[in-house]
């Protein structure tokens, strides 16, 4: 296992200098400055992942990907708030990516619940909030073009 974590982390290093580069050479592309967040987040660089993110962001307003990304990041540093607010921009125009922040979010909360330094007040909060998201995200399923598809078959 420490092995495979080694590799990942070194394959991630890689990938954030290509990235890197590839901002160097052309500064205007979003998704290099979307990878080079995700990179970082990777190796648990999340501010650097932050501002990568804030970047592809600016280049490209409503970016889902960097929007999903940045979630992940907030998680990273326990800002919940903004890790919600990821999920609400996200929820009316990619479920997809909301649902998949829906669950970086239940695993974190999840590694937070077996911490016994984690904040219980804020953990039952958070555990509340994500199941009322799953509950609004069933019942409105059938609202979007997917839902609608799959309840005619």
């Known amino acids: 296992k420490d092995h495979a974590i080694k590799e990942a982390k070194e394959h991630y290093a890689d990938g954030m200098k290509r990235f890197q580069l590839a901002t160097q050479a052309n500064p205007q592309m979003p998704e290099a400055w979307n990878y080079l967040g995700y990179t970082n987040r990777h190796l648990g660089n999340y501010d650097a992942a932050l501002a990568a993110y804030e970047r592809a962001l600016t280049l ?9 990304y940045r979630g992940e990041a907030f998680l990273g540093l326990g800002r919940t708030a903004d890790a919600k607010q990821a999920y609400l921009d996200l929820f009316a ?61």
């Open 93 to 153: 125009g990619n479920r997809q990516l909301a649902d998949k922040l829906l669950g970086a979010m239940r695993g974190w909360l999840d590694t937070q619940k077996a911490s016994a330094s984690a904040d219980a007040t804020a953990v039952s909060e958070l555990d509340k909030w994500i199941q009322e998201r799953s509950t609004i995200a069933g019942q409105t399923a059938a609202l979007t073009r997917e839902g609608t598809a799959a309840s005619w078959n």
């Open 60 to 68: 490209r307003p409503g970016y889902p990907d960097a929007l999903e």
